[in-house]
């Protein structure tokens, strides 16, 4: 049946009951193909997958290993049922995973979804207890946590306790033992975090001691309640849950459907704290996101309770049409083996690193009560008083808003209330990850402007599709209006970040303004304050940020900056232009004239300055985004070995974009152009040549002697995994190098 695009929207609006979706509001935002971490909508506009497609996508989208797995098993069999039945591919999935869980755990149980698989736990254990020589037909209760969330099956909600989802189903569901939920930010009064797990602990064994005759199992999402809002536990609490349950002879059920599978940085979350349970329940990410599939392993001594001769009535009597789906199983197979082929693991500690580095700078906002982070699994919690830590009203939808802003600049992520949330495919590179911090940190600032200016929330529309009139709406209300079109992303007074020791520098009592270019398509960079106000040693709130795409500021206010820094995104080729050169050529004219120090980030306003006889600094000597310091040269002054690079390579490199000095005094030339020479040497010195990324800095190149791997992949297709290494010096580190701009240039 053929049909445009109004055709599935309509079907989509009017059709399609969406879950967790109130439709009356709902308007369509449909994705209609993905790679890698990148989802494409049909209109052709690209979206960052910042929450794994609901916490589940691993590799990636289009995985070519998990691709082939799928085809491959197509043409065997897509299909076998579990009831008496079996087939070698999920066989093979089941051995896999009793090798590769906490010890212990022996036995698989499929089922289709992660809610089902703790249905089948929560069922074992009760029939466990029933079936041993001598029954305990007592143990009927459950103990679960506060704002824990188990599925949307009746069991499974029963010792869930988001009453916000599930209140309406209360007349279905069985009374558990309710425990507060053992979070580390919203404590109970008087509780300090650092008695947080023992005063949890000792409620939980008060519950045991009383009531353990009766209790079949505890139920605990392991070191991080995902739907409650990345609440985290605190340290040592999971280990002292699995010791107290041995102790009052109570099975743990362990469901790690969400944090499965390396989001916490280790394959399975138990595994942090050395926790084997006795039911270890898994989904979402256990087909790397491509097919419906969940698992409940379990151990040889709940396995030998179900044996018996079939007039004993000791079968496990439940089951599912697809569990254990061959074409599931056989892509789960494959997203296993990319974990090792990939070492997807071992790259996590840089990647963990990098979004806590973000988290740090975010949780200095005031509208940020708390940031809480385990591996790639992140939330921000927004707060109308940090102290007090009084929530936003849920009704205004203030993550909801952030998000929002968020996919204006190309990154889709989904809150939870309050709460924003981030939790990336494992693949994603540290650049996408920038990325997606960036645009969050952009939104909630955005947020508190709108806050600031007494604009009530609920104004605006709710859904998908009323994304575009808010974001119109919050842009006109945020944009003062005037010729200069200030892009309101950071305003005086709008943060309170100081930097030390600026006592003495030479710019710490000024005013500077940011003029940013970007093409239609690339977002703002707010990073690019940050790294100017270190480089002059002052305060955020000093510097005024322009859009050129946007406008210009006037001549009073250019003449009134005491130093000027020109940057931003997206081509900055002259030749090719772009809407903001028309912008960028008058203000370039106007510094020229009234000559104004001005900094410049990228080739094409040197060239432009240069045109025009003005001072441009082109020395740098580190360069930085984001939270590391930046240190620039002097004013004025051209750097004359930049230029004698420059009278040199001109003509074969196109144009180049910064000069970086490695180790060994060694130089690295990088350009946004293919070099066409595999090697040069100035004055006996190395020369490395790389193509360029706007965000390319001398501190990442120190770091990992490698220039954001995602872009040099997307352009010509090479992988530089193998050289993300430190860079230290060495005549190793010399070859590396060589092998490096080798490969790049080959």
Not at 305 to 331: I, Q, R, W
Not at 447 to 475: F, H, M, W, Y
Request: some cysteine.
């Amino acid at each position: 049946m053929a049909s445009d695009q109004s055709d599935l929207e309509r079907w989509d609006r009017e059709i399609v009951w969406h879950a967790f979706t109130q439709m009356a509001e709902y308007e369509p935002f449909i994705i209609e193909r993905a790679q890698g971490c990148t989802l494409f909508a049909p209109d052709g506009r690209e979206y960052l997958d910042g929450v794994s497609s609901l916490w589940c996508n691993v590799h990636g989208h289009r995985h070519p290993r998990l691709d082939a797995a799928l085809r491959e098993q197509l043409d065997r069999v897509a299909h076998v049922t579990a009831l008496g039945m079996s087939n070698p591919t999920s066989i093979r999935l089941a051995k896999h995973l009793t090798e590769i869980t906490p010890a212990g755990l022996t036995h698989v149980f499929f089922c289709s979804d992660g809610s089902s698989s703790v249905e089948v736990a929560l069922k074992m254990s009760l029939q466990f207890w029933r079936q041993q020589s001598q029954p305990r037909p007592l143990k009927t209760k459950y103990i679960a946590f506060d704002d824990a969330y188990h599925g949307d099956t009746l069991g499974s909600v029963s010792v869930g306790g988001v009453a916000r989802f599930h209140e309406m189903f209360r007349p279905l569901l069985f009374e558990v033992l309710r425990l507060p939920a053992p979070g580390t930010y919203r404590r109970p009064t008087g509780v300090s975090a650092e008695h947080a797990c023992e005063y949890y602990l000792q409620r939980l064994e008060e519950v045991l001691a009383s009531q353990h005759q009766q209790i079949a199992a505890l139920v605990i999402e392991p070191l991080v309640q995902c739907a409650a809002g990345m609440v985290m536990h605190p340290t040592g609490f999971l280990r002292g849950v699995r010791e107290l349950t041995s102790k009052y002879e109570v099975l743990l059920i362990a469901d790690e459907v969400a944090v499965g599978f390396g989001r916490t940085g280790s394959m399975f979350a138990c595994e942090r704290e050395g926790v084997s349970p006795d039911f270890l329940c898994l989904g979402k990410g256990i087909t790397g996101g491509y097919l419906a599939l969940s698992a409940t392993v379990t151990t040889d001594q709940i396995w030998n309770a179900f044996l018996g001769a079939y007039d004993e009535s000791k079968t496990f009597c439940h089951g599912h049409t697809y569990g254990g789906n061959p074409l599931a199983a056989a892509v789960a197979l494959a997203s296993l083996a990319v974990f090792e082929e990939e070492q997807t693991l071992a790259a996590m500690p840089a990647k963990t690193k990098r979004l806590q580095e973000h988290l740090r700078r975010i949780s200095e906002h005031p509208y940020v009560g708390d940031v809480r982070q385990c591996g790639l699994i992140a939330g921000i919690e927004l707060v109308r008083d940090r102290e007090s830590r009084e929530p936003f009203p849920w009704s205004e939808q203030w993550g909801q808003r952030v998000c929002d802003h968020a996919l204006s600049e190309g990154v889709w992520l989904r809150p939870l209330g309050n709460v924003v949330v981030i939790m990336p495919p494992l693949a994603i590179t540290l650049a996408q990850l920038d990325r997606i911090c960036y645009a969050v940190e952009k939104g909630i600032e955005k947020c508190r402007e709108l806050s600031v200016k007494g604009r009530d929330p609920n104004k605006n529309p709710a859904g998908p599709k009323a994304r575009e009139t808010r974001l119109k709406i919050d842009q006109e209300e945020s944009t003062p209006a005037s010729p200069a079109l200030d892009s309101g992303l950071w305003t005086p007074d709008s943060h309170n970040t100081t930097h030390s020791d600026n006592s003495t520098h030479p710019y710490n009592t000024t005013r500077h303004l940011l003029l940013q270019v970007r093409n239609q398509n690339d977002p703002m960079r707010p990073q690019e304050v940050h790294c100017f106000a270190r480089a002059l040693g002052c305060d955020v709130s000093q510097i005024r940020a322009f859009d050129l795409l946007a406008g210009s500021p006037t001549a009073a206010q250019l003449d009134q900056a005491d130093v000027v820094f020109l940057g931003g995104s997206g081509d900055y080729s002259v030749a090719e232009g772009g809407p903001w050169l028309p912008a960028a050529l008058e203000v370039m004219r106007e510094l020229h004239r009234i000559g104004k120090p001005t900094f410049a980030s990228c080739w094409g306003f040197q060239a432009m300055a240069r045109a025009l006889g003005g001072d441009v600094i082109t020395d740098i000597a580190r360069a930085e985004v984001g939270s590391i310091e930046v240190e620039l040269t002097d004013a004025g002054r051209v750097d004359p070995l930049f230029a004698e690079l420059e009278d040199r390579f001109l003509a074969q490199m196109g144009h180049h974009d910064i000069v970086v000095r490695l180790p060994d005094d060694a130089i690295l030339l990088a350009s946004s152009q293919r070099v066409e020479n595999q090697a040069f040497r100035f004055d006996s010195k190395p020369i490395y040549c790389t193509q360029f990324h706007p965000e390319l800095n001398r501190e990442a190149l120190l770091q990992r002697v490698w220039a954001y791997p995602w872009y040099i992949e997307r352009i010509r297709g090479i992988s530089l995994e193998e050289f993300a290494v430190d860079c230290q010096e060495s005549p190793a580190t010399d070859e590396l190098l060589r092998r490096f701009v080798t490969l790049v240039l080959s």
